[in-house]
């Protein structure tokens, strides 16, 4: 498994433009290498999957793509912008939202200020405008109030919108986490394990969601391990093996590349199970 | 005016203060999460430099200071607030940016004893262990006041000043700023995940409650005429904690009750109590332990305070009811689910 063989697309290419690139990305932690040289596009517009047996570097990837660790070596790109260790809050703001695989809930907030915390550009974060420009914030934050109600219907936490995020259930803070990323707006969504954990009849919900997301022109990554998921929703597939791309493409191309399935898909299906 | 009348304004002045002083540290603490165990130090800032700036040059007064600029009233004070604001960016600057919570309090608990070595042993600063005193009453030549007039006038002027910083503290913690500050209290990576610069926000809250804390010190100047480090032991942050735990974290309200519980009734009303015979300080001595016992009690049986935070409901917002509000998954539901799941489990 030295050399990273690629199936499909080489890069981008096939796909348009990519929305995130990343190069030879290596983070190592004393000495041993979490990550490895890992580089790929994440079409435009699409959802991808990023897959691989356990400890081949997927969050870690997830956590540098999203400026939460830096990287070693290697390239970050958002669309043309080099964003390589810029920190996270920089990286959110060129549109890029992540959620985490487990769900992080500004618990002391009600559900409805954990949507409203994500709104960008608010005018009422700065101190000057509440007290000089008060009907613009007022404005503004009745916008935003209403946009992230509508949000909350749709994901079906309305009713949830005055509780505390910390009372919620594990399967409604994992739809906050998701619905509070969309309320940033972010052109680019990083999923890190959207279904761990969550019941089937949750799982279709959520999927239906990333395609209702795909639908509005939002690029989705996510880490996924359920390969029934996978070859529902995701249209292109990352396959990253000890820190390293190792095949790229459709999942049913993947199933056929020897490599991946015995790094990872055999595994899997010698479990005899996809979860 | 009779002594009992002495007391009751010296009471009143207290509350306003630490109601100023309770409203800095929970900006900092209750609303942005940063345990700030240097506060006093801040406190001491704004006091000694609302004093330095009151004071004429200090040659022939027999005290030993830097400046000495005879500045009226309010403006003194707001250079008080002002300095220990601009204490904040430096400090700021040095713990803030790498440390977080418990290294963040160490190193903050090291700044205020270093911060107290230096004002209590470097006399040309503020004069030493002997700190200021003579300092010039505000308005009490313009408006002849006496000694006994001066407590209930400087004690209503703390109440405007305190009743008008109120108004915009609340006005701040309403708003998306102050969300925002909750927000990194609650977990600063989701903070800086949804694009907050979590040590810009941080920063603010710093300078914003330090400038509080500078404001209330500069007060307890003013009324007193005099401060020394005796005033400022690094200990005396737990008793702003004491304040904000005891009234209720991260509400207005409640700090005024904290202020009122902590600072009015159990540390300053028995210092008017008679003695008890034979023991002289006793009851001084008894404060601290009460203050603990009752920080202590509280934790454990109220951790909210005796006025726990605002729920910032929707309608309270603005937000109209909606009809028509689509499912959302109950924890029945969700249970249900997970057994059907178990049960029969997807392929």
Known sequence: MKSPATIGSSGGGAFGEAALRCEGVTKAFQGVHAVNGAGFDVPRGQVTALIGPNGAGKTTLVNILSGFMTCDRGREFIGATEVTNWPSHRIARMGLMRTFQLSRELGGLTVLENLLVAAKDQAGEVLWNIFLRPGMVRRQERDNIERALDLLETYGLYRLRDARASELSGGQKKLLEISRAVMAQPNILLLDEPMAGVNPALIDRIGGYILDLKRDGVTVLMVEHNLNVVERICDHVIVLAEGRTLAEGRLSGLRENEQVVKAYLGEVIDAGTVR | ?347
């Not at chain 2, 990194?184 to 990576?189: C, S």
Request: aromatic share 12%; proline share 5%; charged share 10%.
């Open chain 2, 1 to 347: 005016m009779n002594g009992t009348w002495y007391y009751v304004f010296t009471l009143v002045f207290f509350l306003f203060d630490y109601f100023i002083l309770a409203m800095g540290l929970n900006i900092q603490y209750g609303e942005t999460g940063i345990l700030n165990f240097a506060y006093i130090g801040f406190v001491a800032i704004g006091a000694y430099v609302t004093g330095v700036m009151s004071l004429p040059n200090s040659a022939g007064t027999g005290q030993y200071y830097i400046l000495g600029l005879s500045l009226p009233f309010p403006v003194n004070l707001l250079v008080g607030g002002l300095t220990a604001s601009a204490f904040a960016v430096v400090v700021a600057l040095i713990a803030l940016r790498r440390l977080r919570t418990d290294y963040l309090a160490m190193v903050l608990i090291s700044l205020s004893l270093v911060l107290y070595d230096v004002c209590n042993n470097y006399v040309p600063l503020f004069n030493g262990a002997d700190g200021l005193y003579n300092v010039p009453e505000p308005f009490a030549g313009v408006l002849h006041l006496n000694t006994n007039s001066f407590i209930p006038f400087f004690a209503g002027v703390t109440g405007v000043i305190a009743l008008l910083m109120w108004w915009v503290m609340s006005r701040v913690t309403r708003s998306p700023a102050g969300r925002t500050f909750r927000a990194i209290r609650d977990d600063d990576v989701v903070a800086a995940a949804l694009g907050k610069d979590v040590f810009r926000q941080q920063l603010k809250s710093m300078i914003i409650g330090s400038f509080y804390a500078g404001i209330g010190g500069g007060l307890i100047m003013q009324f007193s005429g005099s401060f020394n480090p005796t005033a400022w032991l690094p200990g005396e942050t737990f008793v702003v904690f004491a304040v904000i735990l005891v009234g209720g974290v991260g509400n207005n309200i409640g700090l005024l009750v904290g202020a009122l519980v902590v600072e009015t009734l159990l540390v300053h009303l028995p210092a008017f109590l008679p003695a008890i015979p034979g023991h002289p300080g006793l009851i001084e001595y008894m404060d601290a332990a009460v203050i603990g016992i009752l920080l202590m009690a509280m934790l454990w049986f109220r951790p909210q305070g005796l006025v726990s935070e605002r729920v910032h409901k929707a309608a309270s917002m603005g937000a109209r009811e909606r009809l028509n509000t689509g499912a959302t998954l109950t924890l029945d539901e969700e249970a249900a689910a997970l057994a059907h799941a178990t049960g029969k489990p997807e392929a």
